[in-house]
């Protein structure tokens, strides 16, 4: 069974500045998916940026970017220009492609990253 | 659009009762799925489904039991509640898995 790893169950951020969290995973597929999810205070679950591990170039949506490291297993966030509205839970997820017949895709999470942006 | 909603948003059960959690979806995704989320452990999946009439387990199954009769409607039933089962419960629907889910706004229940 694929497992997600966040070792950091707290971290904080001066306003404007960078951070980066950490996701490592384990699996012995070759084809999958990850993701990171962000969840406020509000509870919703808002999808932040998704790398598919066949391609090596590291995904970048605005001020949030990845470090894709397939060999190692390794797949951090890293938010730039903190603003106070990236405080949240901060979740990674996994994905595998291959599925059995009548199945699907299911996202496998980490246990979070608490992150707090600091005026 | 409304997405995916989730009715109620709070509950409290007495040990022993029952009830059914709501997800409803206006975005005619075949995909759905019921996810349990408990401090410390992140979310986990209970049932999923593959389309309007199939249900299948996912790692949390025990005490839970699913039904997609429309597509649009993914319920959720506790026959009888424990404390255990204080947790906030997502739902999630999707057209591609691959590209990402889309998640209600959770359900906080309390059994006591």
């Known amino acids: 069974a694929q497992t997600v790893t966040q070792s950091q169950p707290e971290m904080s951020v001066q306003e404007a500045e960078t951070v980066t969290l950490s996701c490592t995973y384990d699996?012995?597929?070759?084809?999958?998916?990850l993701f990171w999810y962000k969840q406020p205070p509000s509870r919703q679950m808002i999808l932040v940026i998704r790398?598919?591990?066949?391609?090596?170039q590291n995904a970048t949506e605005n001020r949030f970017s990845v470090n894709f490291q397939k060999a190692a297993k390794s797949f951090s966030l890293k938010i730039s220009d903190s603003q106070l509205g990236d405080t949240a839970m901060y979740f990674c997820?996994?994905?595998?492609?291959?599925?059995?017949?009548?199945?699907?895709?299911?996202?496998?999470f980490g246990k979070g990253t608490k992150l707090t942006v600091n005026p | 659009n409304a997405g995916v909603t989730q009715t109620p948003k709070f509950r409290v059960l007495k040990t022993g009762q029952s009830m059914t959690l709501l997800c409803a979806q206006d975005?005619?995704?075949?995909?759905m799925y019921w996810y349990r989320q408990d401090p410390g452990m992140g979310l986990r999946l209970i049932h999923y489904s593959v389309g309007e009439g199939t249900t299948a387990k996912g790692e949390v199954p025990d005490g839970y039991n699913v039904s997609r009769l429309k597509k649009q409607n993914f319920l959720l039933g506790l026959e009888s509640a424990a404390p255990s089962q204080t947790s906030v419960y997502f739902c999630?629907?999707?057209?591609?898995?691959?590209?990402?889910?889309?998640f209600g706004s959770g359900t906080r229940l309390t059994v006591v």
């Open positions: 699996t012995s597929e070759n084809n999958y998916y």
């Open positions: 999630a629907s999707s057209y591609r898995p691959s590209g990402g889910y889309t």
């Open positions: 790398q598919e591990a066949y391609k090596q």
């Open positions: 997820a996994f994905m595998k492609l291959r599925v059995t017949q009548g199945g699907s895709e299911k996202l496998v």
């Open positions: 975005m005619n995704h075949e995909y």
